[in-house]
């Protein structure tokens, strides 16, 4: 579990409320903080129409990265006629560098649980999945344990709080690679066939899990509903930034302190990063990492963006998996934009020609930039392929694995030169071959 | 299956069962092989089993008359299709697109691509199977749709009504060009070879190549003759471009092709002198059509066309100006290239032996017309007389009577006779093609004191270039870069000297070679007493005219006659070879004269000749190099060489003086070969859209890096690493050659979702992701039932259907022991068991020895054993079955041990042969007739 930095005074906390609780999985406890309260409302007071009203209102979007509106989603659900629904809470956590959905589950199972059950109650599904890394245990058993409570108390189970419906609730540990946090990669694994994603249209929401719609949220947004419901759509809808309210969680890397920090959205990247303190002793702020591996590289100069879905596309990043690294003056742009490359794609499912041998090739043209062995044409092939490869891609991985190599291109220029035209590495991490004086 | 749902029955016709080949696939049945690749696989494929084929007509316990005609809505097939509930039913609501400007109607729930394929309009694809929704993995199906950011696949998509689509925009097309690029960056793999592509009569260089290193030189033979009938001539003469292209050269040297078909040819006629065997004849040799066909001239296009006229069933009769056959290949080559006993007149051999005629002294023009030959009841005339007419310089001088015409004095001189006062004379020759060779190199021979060869271009641009060293060793001077501008005579004509003047090699002109310009000032002398020109013939056309009229000469003096049809004006008349071309290479000529024999063919058999016009151009191999990944070896071998004799030794003499490969020589050199070549070349869909969408080359790009040779090598924007898989032939009748997939994953889907078997799944994760079996095993170890629908659906050359000839089965009976695997593996029903079949001890679903209950016991002890007899007893027993009282265990208990002697119903003793021989006679008797069951035909 990693370290949960302290917010400043005023910022609201929704998803890491019951930090620092004794015992997260302990249902008195939650009970006590809230916990079941918002179910209550959505079964008794609103009605599944009445909470999917209550979602629009509150302008929730998805925190799994592409901030698609949470209420459309459970809409399409729930107007798709099936015979069965399903409810997946994607709390895998794909990224390596960003524990932010384990170290929700680990400190409040009970936000996440509610919030799977409300989303089952309003869409009319009786099961409902959380899908976990299978090495994150302890997350894994205080779900468990907290199904069980909650099973107990009949806050869910065959007949979830009197309200006549079935909601049963499942852990579901998955393993496998970077790729299961895509969404229609997830419900792949969930049915035990191998982790390859699924062209949409159709959307899982109307055509998902074993063919049925399909409501697939990270577990930070479904453990915002509860806080939605309880404290009234109004209330959410005031904190953040207006086209995305609410907070997010943040794992910040980099500086003095690293640990997942909630935010409400909207925060300059410069206070987010500011949460982490500051540059190692002598150092400087270089370049932000921002979404992951496949994420952005920024330099220091855009510190001032604020950190909402739309804002980050527009430089060139994106929320991703909520990691947001520093990196000081030592680091090589070219060999980081060149790893993070090579890691999207060996993590690649291999399923489409564009992300199997593209992304490879994008890769090596990196890995060409940083040995010194550069092919005339290679900036130019690179814009070109990174085009070709968001034009005729199939999921988001392959359109996200340009990020790193076209952010480092339009932001970091001058270091990329150094490497093609003079043979150097300004940081002094790789070592290009020199070319004769001509080069 | 879609299709068949949604269907009525009476709308299927046979047509759509079995869909039309494409143009070229029936042009590889032609007997004479007219395709890219030719093979049995190539049948294979046609042949597989359709689907629709194999559905069982009716139980077989319900024997049908095979003349009664059972109606369609009437079988329980169709009753079954029709009962269950259509995907979508005929009332689906039809909508509206547009696509491309065009407004189409489709159905609701129709995808895109199902609704453009419905109406005519072609969007390409390598992962869609019809059989099964879309897959979208090769991206190659993107359209544009009005109104969305990415581009979305329109196999997966399904059609809103009015929606605008587009499919051959700018932007798509480059989409899917960079997708092919992607795939070729690593598709370690070739298609066609380009040496078969360089050569210009497209010989399998690989496939003789290939029986040439398992040392079958007959085969090897056949195959070659399938294009060229003359293997030892043409391994003597042939300038090779095959090699230039080798793609060999990038591992170490290009494989000597043309020193190897010559050891075969050799072979061949050292068995037909020693053994008096008939040469192989590459196809059936056609039933006699009664028509005659005469050819006038027999040079190597006239032999080549009279061959394979020969092979369809013609009477050919050969006319021969000359005293003896040969044309430019008897009087043009000298005897120490080509000798002319030993190998011209017995390669010739293979023509007469086919039952050619050929008649000497009888020239065209001078013995007889165009008009004789069709008196005589000549149905075909073709026409390859060559060109035998020397260009001339045009300089002051060139008409003095030491100017030779470098043919002519070849003629004597290949005729071993020593041309007059040659001994001791300064010769200056004048050109750079093989004549030019000939000349200098006899020259030396009949002991001229000093040859100088001169040519205007550059060494490399010179058309004989690889000769030009051997001709200095010989002794010959050679003068590059230098055109005569007049020869010196004195008062009495006798030449003394040539002037020449230098040239600048000026812009390349319409051959890619450079223009030569001459410098002013640079002119100088070289004194001789005998010039010789060669410097390239046209034909003698002097014979158009009474009693030959119709065919013409063209602006170039050459006989006008059609590149594909090879038609003069005059019906029934044919022009072929140099005659038509001008001077070329022997290996030319005998491409136009097999080309020619094909529509002569075509003509003789009262065919359309615009029809073959078609066919031949989807016959030849189309010039497109496919940007793959450039081969890469570890293993160096150097090219054996064919040694030569000495310089000193060979510039006095005829003999031939090269010395040929050893047997061991042939063998390693032919291994060398790297076998660039696919079996699905004709049906790839990878490379038809790799054409269409330009990754390709027409030419091989020259080598930057040493400027010499040309290579495969070529500029695919994203070669980087690429993988080199091997080659799995484990299988019987499956061919798996991972370094060719794609990883569309077809046969992953079609194993799974059709056959249930799921052999194949995407392996391994990134850029190394692989379409194969699990652990690579080979598909023996894995569920396959060998049914080749993977095979079948596979767009490119990954897995293939094995090579096999055999077109039908039949089983022998009286070996048959009746176990039954046959009919249970079958996975098409082809054999089924009979009406009065089963009788036996053991029946496949309850096995003798029961593998399963025998697996999950980890060691036998004689618990278990006992255990496991006893309760096969006990189904036995069950189930009603005999069993053998004398092969139990005395062990078991007693009340089963008499509950199963008990059903043995006095069958007792000695059942298990009783069974088997009793059973036979049934089946065979009764069963055979009634419903075919026991003679089981595979296709």
């Known amino acids: 579990m990693s370290a949960i930095l302290p917010s400043p005074r005023g910022w609201p906390s929704i998803l890491l409320a019951r930090a620092g609780a004794a015992k997260p999985a302990d249902l008195d406890d939650a009970v006590k903080a809230g ?16 909470t999917i009203a209550e979602i629009k209102t509150s302008g929730l979007r998805g925190r799994g990265g592409a901030g698609h509106l949470t209420a459309s989603k459970w809409q399409a659900a729930a107007e798709t006629p099936a015979k069965s629904r399903y409810v997946v809470a994607n709390g895998y956590g794909a990224d390596p560098s960003a524990s932010t959905d384990r170290t929700l589950i680990e400190t409040d199972p009970y936000a996440v649980i509610e919030g799977v059950a409300i989303a089952a109650f309003t869409i009319g599904a009786e099961t409902g999945y959380v899908s976990v890394r299978s090495t994150a245990t302890s997350a894994i058993r205080g779900l468990e344990v907290a199904i069980e409570a909650a099973t107990a108390r009949n806050f869910i189970g065959e007949d979830a709080l009197g309200s006549g419906r079935r909601v049963e609730i499942e852990v579901r540990p998955v393993q496998g690679a970077y790729m299961l946090g895509e969404e229609t990669v997830l419900l792949k694994a969930l049915d035990g066939k191998r982790g390859q994603p699924e062209q949409r249209p159709p959307h899982p929401a109307t055509r998902g899990f074993r063919n049925a719609p399909t409501v697939v949220q990270n577990v930070q947004t479904l453990a915002s509903v509860p806080w939605i419901l309880r404290n009234k759509a109004k209330a959410f809808k005031a904190i953040g930034f207006g086209e995305a309210p609410g907070t997010i969680l943040i794992d910040i890397r980099g500086h003095e302190r690293s640990g997942v920090a909630e935010v409400p959205l909207g925060t300059p990247l410069e206070e987010i990063l500011a949460l982490g303190g500051k540059p190692a002793k002598g150092r400087s702020l270089k370049a932000l990492v921002v979404g992951g591996p496949t994420g952005g590289i920024l330099p220091a100069s855009l510190l001032a963006t604020p950190y909402t879905f739309e804002d980050l596309r527009g430089v060139g990043a994106h929320v991703g998996s909520g990691s947001v690294i520093a990196a000081d003056d030592r680091a090589c742009v070219v060999d980081l934009a060149r790893l993070l490359t090579r890691f999207a794609a060996d993590e690649a499912c291999g399923k489409t020609i564009p992300c199997r041998i593209g992304v490879r090739r994008i890769a090596e043209i990196g890995e060409r930039l940083s040995a010194g062995t550069s092919r005339g044409g290679d900036v130019q092939l690179l814009e070109d392929l990174c085009a070709d490869v968001v034009g005729s891609a199939l999921c988001d991985h392959e359109r996200l694995a340009t990020l790193p190599m076209l952010s480092s291109l339009r932001y970091f220029r001058d270091e990329l030169d150094a490497h093609l035209l003079r043979g150097e590495c300004p940081a002094g991490v790789c070592r290009p071959i020199r070319l004769g004086a001509t080069a | 299956m879609t299709d068949l749902i949604e269907r009525p029955p009476s709308e299927v016709t046979p047509a759509e069962v079995t869909p039309a080949e494409p143009g070229d696939r029936t042009v590889a049945e032609h007997p004479m092989g007219l395709s890219e690749t030719t093979g049995p696989n190539r049948q294979e494929r046609a042949n597989l089993p359709r689907r629709l084929d194999a559905r069982p007509e009716s139980r077989p316990d319900q024997p049908i008359k095979r003349d009664t005609i059972v109606p369609m809505e009437d079988s329980q097939a169709e009753r079954l299709l029709t009962t269950q509930s259509p995907q979508r039913p005929q009332s689906t609501p039809r909508i509206r697109i547009e696509v491309d400007g065009r407004v189409v109607e489709g159905l ?47 196999c997966s998509r399904a059609c809103e009504d009015g929606m605008k689509v587009q499919t051959q925009t700018e932007d798509i097309r480059r989409l899917r060009r960079t997708n092919l690029e992607l795939i070729f960056s690593d598709h370690n793999a070739y298609c066609l070879p380009p040496c078969q592509n360089k050569c210009p009569s497209h010989i399998d260089i690989p496939g003789f190549l290939k029986q040439n290193a398992e040392g079958n030189f007959r085969e090897s033979t056949r195959i070659f003759k399938r294009t060229i009938p003359f293997p030892s001539v043409l391994g003597r003469v042939c ?32 068995s037909m002198l020693d053994e008096n065997l008939d040469p192989p004849i590459p196809f059936d040799h056609q039933p006699a059509t009664g028509r005659r066909a005469a050819v006038i001239g027999s040079g190597p296009a006239g032999m080549a066309a009279a061959y394979y006229l020969l092979l369809s069933g013609h009477d050919v009769t050969v006319f021969e100006r000359d005293p003896a056959p040969g044309g430019m290949l008897r009087y043009g080559i000298p005897q120490y290239r080509l000798p002319k006993v030993e190998v011209l007149e017995a390669e010739y051999e293979s023509v007469t032996r086919l039952g050619g005629k050929i008649v000497c002294n009888q020239g065209l023009g001078t013995d007889f017309t165009l008009d004789d030959l069709q008196y005589q009841g000549f149905d075909a005339v073709v026409i390859a007389i060559g060109c035998y007419d020397t260009n001339t310089l045009g300089i002051p001088g060139e008409d003095a009577p030491e100017v030779l015409d470098g043919l002519e004095y070849l003629r004597t001189a290949t005729l071993g006779l020593p041309y007059p006062n040659h001994k001791g004379k300064r010769v200056v020759v004048i050109g750079g093609g093989f004549t030019s060779m000939d000349c200098s190199r006899t020259s030396i021979r009949q002991g001229a004191k000093e040859v100088t060869l001169v040519y205007r271009r550059d060494m490399k641009d010179m058309p004989a270039s690889n000769e030009v060293h051997e001709a200095i060793e010989e002794g010959v001077t050679a003068i590059f870069q230098a055109g005569p501008v007049r020869v010196v005579t004195d008062k009495d004509s006798n030449v003394t000297g040539v002037e020449f003047i230098r040239m600048a090699l000026g812009a390349p002109d319409a051959s890619g070679r450079r223009r030569p310009e001459p410098a002013p000032g640079t002119e100088f002398t070289i004194p001789c007493d005998r010039v010789l020109l060669a410097i390239g013939q046209g034909p003698e056309l002097d014979w158009i005219g009474p009693g030959s009229t119709g065919p013409k000469a063209t602006k170039n003096k050459r006989l006008q006659a059609d590149a594909v049809t090879f038609e003069t004006g005059r019906p029934g008349v044919f022009g072929t070879g140099d005659v038509r071309v001008g001077a070329a290479t022997v290996v030319q000529a005998i491409a136009e004269g097999r080309r020619a024999a094909y529509a002569v063919d075509a003509f003789l058999r009262g065919n359309d000749l615009s029809t073959i016009r078609a066919r031949q151009t989807l016959a030849e191999p189309q010039p497109e190099f496919l940007s793959i990944v ?24 005829y003999v031939e003086y090269e010395i040929p490969y050893s047997r061991e020589e042939i063998v390693a050199e032919s291994t060398r070969c790297l076998q660039c070549t696919c079996e699905a070349i004709g049906y790839c869909d990878l490379r038809r859209l790799g054409i269409e969408y330009g990754t390709t080359l027409t030419t091989l790009e020259p080598n930057p890096h040493d400027g010499a040779g040309l290579r495969s090598v070529n500029e695919n924007r994203f070669t980087g690493i690429n993988h080199d898989y091997v080659r799995d032939d484990s299988h019987a009748f499956i061919l798996r050659e991972p370094s060719r997939c794609i990883d569309c994953g077809r046969c992953a889907q079609v194993c799974a979702e059709v056959v249930g078997a799921a052999c194949y799944d995407f392996m391994r994760i990134g850029f190394d992701t692989l379409v194969t079996t699990p652990l690579d095993m080979s598909l023996n170890d894995t569920p396959c039932v060998s049914c080749g629908r993977c095979a ?63 697996a999950q016991v980890d060691r036998e002890t004689e618990v278990t054993y006992i255990r496991k007899e006893r309760d096969w007893l006990q189904r036995a027993i069950d189930a009603g079955r005999y069993v053998q009282s004398d092969r139990l265990l005395t062990v078991l208990p007693a009340n089963l041990t008499r509950a199963a002697l008990g059903n043995g119903n006095g069958n007792g003793g000695n059942g298990a042969n009783g069974n088997g021989t009793g059973h036979g006679h049934e089946h065979g008797g009764s069963s055979g007739e009634s419903h075919g069951g026991s003679h089981a035909h595979l296709k």
Not at chain 2, 637 to 650: D, H, I, L
């Open chain 1, 35 to 50: 916990a079941f309260e918002g179910l209550r409302r959505a079964v008794r007071e609103l009605g599944p129409d009445g």
């Open chain 2, 630 to 653: 450039p081969f890469t070896a570890e293993v160096k071998e150097p090219r054996y060489r064919m040694k030569a004799m000495e310089a000193e030794e060979r510039n006095h003499n």
């Open chain 2, 792 to 854: 079948e659906t596979c767009p490119t050359g990954a897995l293939m259907p094995k090579p096999r000839v055999l077109q039908k089965y039949e089983v022998d009976e009286s070996r048959c022991i009746l176990c039954g695997i046959c009919v249970d593996a079958c996975p098409y029903d082809a054999l089924r068991d009979g009406g009065e079949f089963e009788l036996a001890h053991s029946s496949r679903e309850e096995p003798m020895i029961d593998l399963m209950a025998m």
């Open chain 2, 239 to 270: 300038p090779a471009p095959c090699e230039d292209h080798c793609r060999r050269d990038e591992v170490d040297e290009a494989i000597a092709i043309r020193d190897s078909h010559r050891y075969a040819g050799d072979m061949v006629i050292k």
């Open chain 2, 108 to 154: 609701e729930g129709q995808t895109i691509l199902e609704v453009c394929r419905d109406n005519g309009i072609e969007i390409p694809t390598l992962c869609y199977e019809p059989k099964l929704p879309g897959f979208g993995a090769c991206r190659m199906c993107v359209v544009e749709v009005e109104g969305e950011e990415h581009p979305p696949i329109s």
